[in-house]
């Protein structure tokens, strides 16, 4: 079998290179896990949306997640398309190299992707399939890239498999390509999904402030952008967590200097868009950034005003991962919202460090997953809403908490200015619907008060 | 606040606007960029026969496939067991991906745990794994049963599931009582259908086995007078209430054996109860007493079947899905025969209703050319509703292989029920297919109508069919699953939902002379 790179990966830090910064989770047995590495992996990778992505392996892998993500494009599709070898019994004892070589044709065949991006899982990491072999010579022989990524499940979670497709990134495509010479370079976006089109929302800032993006990697990405990234001037890491490392080794192999950065909150957005400039040493763009930042923040603080009143003093549980964790703190305090509890389970050292610095003395820290855990912080500190992920978000209804999904499944796009206006306003309203009243009366036959008046 | 007072545009709305439209154009120059006929040339290519051809010569890889695999429909299975918690031998993304995908279809929460294995696992078993699970998850969530099945990865390395269940209570991590379940799932055979069909076996042979209670079917005690009845794969949780609802008519006394419609339609009580419902354990070992047992899902639930008739040496009537009248009707009458009751005369009534409910909207169904997508006991079903409305399947794919029962393929019964009637000649039943050969039969030879799960919106959507959303996974709309699909209710519940599918599309392409006010 291929040595897989878990231990280089746990020895070093997940999100500094701070010695006592700890290693990524492993999950304990018998609880309720998260994704894994190939998850991760394909997560990162997926938003690449003119690349095919074949997953290597029996159905289970593409069979139960093939376009299941919010990743939006602006236009080719192709990484909708759910491709997979669907290994059968007889590969699993044959081997599947053929089929995956005979796939990887077809799809080179009819669809002519700029690439293919090939997943290996569990069992063909495990029966020891030459993938690289394989890609390597379809490849040269059909004249596209074959990119393989080594991210089978089992090497952990499914951070590590973003940052196993962060390898498969540096190693196979960042600077095998030169961008049109007339080309304005500026910032690479690392880590931003564009879930819910909140991509499309930061490029129009950067626009307006007249800063380039130079590649996405990977929301809404097309392959070619990325092939030229170590043109880019500056990189800013929207998710510290899952491609900081990518980040680094850019600095040291093309010297792009990076920052870790949120849209997540107008100060964070502010935040971000002063660092971009000023990494970029060009005063006159951040003339611009201040310009345009003080603009929006002044209409925004406008707009937000009857919001702010319904929504002071309002207490929250979070619990998201990554850059999330901290940024999205930083947004719920502009709007007044308390935030009461915090999970730190996806979080690293300089997370925890960053939401300390945010939230108050008595804000529980939630280490560990499970939705009781959750649920029970919101009951022992009253808060009035949990923002969380899809997974947990229909244990809150069955208690009859008011919700916000904020993770991966979330339909509605939050970042910068406007989407702190949207977060105000999604706030709002799950806090202000009248079901919750409903819910929390019993039938009328029940109880001697009359319903609906709680 | 009521009121969109201050126009904040969601996603939908928002990027639509002139700014972001600009935004997509500038994106193109990193698109391989080819000439709009080029575009063209290569979209009507992939809807020529030609195409079409090499589409179906295809082997080796699978586009948009329409299966889940073995473990998914196991945890299905252990969920229909009063708190009984599934338990996933394997690494921990598949877990995580069978939780999200059923809790997607239902809207409702999946407690199901993983052993979570890694690479130490991967190369000296995942025997700790297990037993570390074991211990952790009965501490954790209380269940009163686990349910083990494996992943491919569990599988390929060789975990011995039984040995290893032995070593924790050897261990003391679980008391010898205490009681597991498990089954081997491993991905690459089979589908979900397979697994559920694994999980319930495992589950059943399991309990009766260590019970100790001999079998005598039809014994005359309580249980002796019981049906028992399993509904399968089961996506719809208001087919397990339609069915008590028959089955209370009767009159008659019965165990369902695998009930999950508790987890997946429990009350919001304002506490989360993780366990909902399910068969009761101790009516496990007692049902291998009832009179005969009646099966819904004859090709899903293959070996169960075989371990019923056989080692219960009970009656076995095996059926597929109920769906229409005439599904309906052999429904009743293996009832009837079963338990020696007479078809009671709500039910009798409630045909007669239906029926005119048929005849009512049988207008717009006849001769409307349908595709048909799902798992082999549903198409059977589906294929006799449309036959009997007029309505005429062309293309029917089923992605999760030709299962036989007794001896008959899915094909050659779904081959011999469309030929037998006059609205059946034109179809043609296809095997092991996946969505994207769908979207080449749906170009190339157009119908009025798809039925199948959401997976098949996106050739739909490129055919330009409407979609009638039946079976599972159904992720993009809400409360499907609620409503039953068999029965006679069930009947009208399908029937409204194609007869109002087909009169939107008349309203939505009709301005002129057309657009009627009755119809
Ligand atoms: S854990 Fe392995 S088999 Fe399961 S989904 Fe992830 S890669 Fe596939």
Redesign the interface.
Known sequence: MDPLRQDEFDSQACGSMAPKAKPCPRPKPGEAAGGCSFDGAQITLLPIMDAAHLVHGPIACAGNSWESRGTLSSGPSLSQYGFATDLTDSDIIFGGEKKLKDSIDYIAGRFAPPAIFVYSTCVTALIGEDMDAVCKEAADRIGIPVIPVNSPGFVGSKNLGNRLAGDALLQYVIGTGEPEPETDLGVNLIGEYNIAGEMWDIEKLMNSAGIAVTSRITGDARYKEITWAHRARVNMVVCSRALLGLAREMESRYGIPYFEGSFYGAKETTYSLRQMAYLMNDREMERRVDRLTEREEARLSQELRPYRKLLRGKRAVLYTGGVKSWSVISALKELGVQVVGVGTNKSTEDDVRRIADRVGDDTEYIPEGGASRIIKTVRERKADIMIAGGRNMYVAMKEQIPFIDINQERHKAYAGYEGLLRLAKELTYSLANPIWKLAASPAPWDKEAPPYDR | ??R???N?K??TS??KEE??VQ??EN??????PCSEQETAE?LAYSKSAEYME?NFS????????H???Q??GSVMAALGFEKTLP?VH????????????L??HF???T?????????D??VFGGMN??I???????A?YKPEMVAICT???AE??GDDLNSFIGNARIKGVISEEYPVAYCNT????G?HITGYDAMIKGILSYLYTRSGIESKPGSGEESGEKLNVMLGFEPYTGNFAELRKILGAFDTKYTILGDHSGNYD?P???????YYGGTKLADVPQAANALATLSLQKYTLKKTQEYISGTWNQQLAALSTPLGIKGTDTLLATISELTGLPVPATLTEERGRVVDALMDSHPYLHGKRVALVGDPDLLIGLIGFCLETGMEPVHIICSNGDVDFNEVKFKDEAEALLAASPYGTEATVHVGKDL?HMRSLLLNDKVDLAIGSS?LK?AAKDAEVPLVRVGFPI?DRHHMHRYPIIGYQGTLNLLSLIVNTILQQLDDHNSGFNFELVR
Not at chain 2, 90 to 101: K, L, P, T, V
Not at chain 2, 268 to 274: D, P, V, W
Request: net charge neutral; proline share 5%; with cysteine.
């Open positions: 606040m009521s969109d007072e201050l904040i969601d996603n928002l990027f700014r972001y935004q997509r994106k193109k120059q990193f698109e391989a290569a090499k295809r082997q080796n890889v699978v586009i948009n496939p299966k889940a695999c473990p998914l338990f394997g690494s921990q993304g598949c877990n995580a991906y069978f939780r999200s995908h809790s997607r809207k409702e929460p407690p199901s745990v993983s052993t979570s294995m890694t690479e696992a991967a794994n297990l570390d699970g074991l211990e952790n998850s009965v954790l992943t491919c990865m390929v390395i491993p991905s690459f055979v589908s429990s919001a009580t304002g506490e989360y109860e993780y994207w997976h996106f992720f």
